[in-house]
Nanobody, 128 residues
């Protein structure tokens, strides 16, 4: 599975931005995009990659406390795409954002190690 993240750029604090992540290629045997749990992570400058949000194959969502109420994850299985709507971003949201796909379940979905496939990352810079 190949993941292509897009939509990053420069945004003012309080504005909005939508990231997209399109999946393509061959999934694990018998699997389709709709079977994967899809996550967004981010890596701020000089820091480790951190969990942002995940949407499961069934549509359940989990958010990091730092983005709860501001960011929304969604998926369109017909388009093999997952989205991250970023509303009211803050300068501390500045990071490279990565999408990832996983067949695992549970708490591992909140960790980098829980994911099987990663996109290349897209830079988001929030100006104050």
């Amino acid at each position: 599975v190949q993941l292509q993240a897009s939509g990053g750029g420069l945004v003012q604090a309080g504005g909005s931005l939508r990231l997209s992540c399109a999946a393509s290629g061959r999934a694990a045997s018998g699997r389709t995009f709709g079977d994967y749990n899809m996550g967004w992570f981010r890596q701020p400058p000089g820091k480790e990659r951190e969990f942002v949000t995940v949407i499961t194959w069934s549509g359940s969502t989990v958010y990091a406390d730092s983005v709860k109420g501001r960011f929304t994850i969604s998926r369109d299985n017909a388009k093999n795409t997952v989205y991250l709507q970023m509303n009211s971003p803050k300068p501390e949201d500045t990071a490279v954002y990565y999408c990832a796909a996983a067949l695992t379940v549970g708490a591992r979905l909140l960790t980098v190690q829980g994911y099987d496939y990663w996109g290349q990352g897209t830079q988001v810079t929030v100006s104050s």
